[in-house]
């Protein structure tokens, strides 16, 4: 044993015994100190960089989905993961492997944003999108974009590119056509099968129109799925990010913003952690979800996933709130936590492996 381990041996075990025999700290003071002692003197374990994402939760069930929609979905989370790795591996920034992420989920007919987003109560697409950098807290979010192709480009522009954090509407609209983001015309972003969804949530509520309107057209009409995308990462340099991007809910009054814009709602990042939600929005946007996940992290040391399961499958249970979170910690913990059926979701690490799934295996 080298002098400095005696050394450091010494001290873990000693000197806890010590506190307690001196009478100089309650047994319950002295075991937190061997613990910090024992951190300070571990050797810094390296973060583990990485970056996880999900494609919407609710009810997906196996036998719901073909095997062709299943391999399709499967390949699509892959082809997002990959392009966010490729963007950490050569030390890009969170941010970067983020955007980078949603864009190709957004680019897919496939999910909840951008081209084949939902339909609102009046028929259109109006689409929802949020950014936030963990190391500086800068944010940007827009919502009610009914042209942007992308609007998660539109998100980082407002936090790059104006003093603002948070624009809506033509408002909006006018300075993505601005910065020269790509604008597209409102049928760009339609498919056949977004709009037999909207019409089955228009007959069903017209069959029971008792029902509220935060929930018309969901349960009950098997459409019930959210589809949502959202990425997180930390990248070589031990900094966070998290994006969401969202067409809303089926049949949603139009006007209506859910949570996925909201900062602390469906998306947050800061130094410790970051967060991208998914579900019905108005109850994570109630229990500010995203953000309180951090803090429980921060204020109750508690591990990530428990953090998040915590809000998940407690606090979101109990209020009947349905849906789930990403999540990942700044030494590159990874929590995926969900109160519905599935949720399209995935994670690549340092070795590159993709990790896709859809169903609670
Ligand atoms: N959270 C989104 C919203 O309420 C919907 C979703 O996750 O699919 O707008």
């Known amino acids: 044993m080298s002098s400095s381990v005696l050394l450091r041996h010494t001290l873990i075990t000693v000197l806890p015994a010590l506190l307690v025999l001196n009478g100089c700290a309650s047994g319950q003071t002295a075991a937190r100190e061997e613990a910090a002692l024992a951190s300070e003197l571990a050797p810094a374990r390296k973060p583990q960089w990485g970056i996880v994402i999900h494609g919407g939760a609710g009810t997906i069930r196996r036998e719901s989905l073909t095997p062709e929609r299943e391999a399709e979905v499967r390949a699509k989370l892959t ?22 992420a949603i864009r190709i989920l957004e680019d897919s007919p496939l999910f909840n944003a951008g081209k084949g987003a939902v339909f609102t109560h009046d028929g259109r697409n109006e689409l929802d999108a ?19 192709k992308n609007p998660i480009e539109l998100a980082r522009k407002v936090m790059e590119k104006s003093p603002h954090v948070m624009m809506v509407g033509e408002g909006a609209e006018a300075f993505a056509k601005q910065e020269g983001l790509e604008l597209v015309p409102a049928e760009y ?5 977004r709009w037999q969804q ?22 009950a009409t098997g459409d019930d799925k959210f589809g949502t995308v959202g990425a997180v990462a930390l990248d070589q340099a031990g900094n966070l990010a998290a994006g969401t991007s969202t067409g809303g809910l089926t049949n949603k009054r139009y006007g209506r913003v859910g949570d996925s814009p909201i900062i602390g709602a469906g998306t947050y990042a800061n130094p410790r952690c970051a967060v991208s939600a998914t579900g019905h929005g108005e109850y994570f946007i109630r229990f500010t979800v995203a953000h309180d996940i951090c803090a429980r992290l921060e204020y109750l040391d508690l591990p990530l996933q428990e953090a998040a399961n915590s809000l998940v499958m407690e606090v979101l249970v109990k209020a009947g709130g349905e849906g789930g979170v990403i999540a990942m910690d700044a030494h590159g913990n990874v929590a995926m936590s969900f109160n519905s059926p599935g949720m399209y979701r995935g994670s690549m690490g340092q ?10 295996e």
Not at 79 to 100: C, K, Y
Not at 189 to 193: G, N, V, Y
Not at 351 to 360: E, K, N, Q, S, T
Request: aromatic share 2%; net charge negative; glycine share 10%.
């Open 130 to 148: 949020a950014i936030m950098d963990g190391k500086t807290l800068n944010a940007g979010a827009v919502a009610g974009m009914h042209h942007v």
């Open 198 to 219: 909207l019409q089955r949530a228009l007959e069903k509520e017209k069959a029971s129109p008792a029902q509220p309107p935060s929930s018309a057209g969901l349960a």
């Open 189 to 193: 972003f339609r498919t056949e099968e």
């Open 79 to 100: 082809e997002a993961l990959q392009a966010g790795h490729a963007i950490l591996t050569r030390g890009g920034s969170s941010l970067d492997a983020v955007s980078a």
């Open 351 to 360: 070795d590159g492996a993709p990790h896709v799934a859809i169903f609670r």
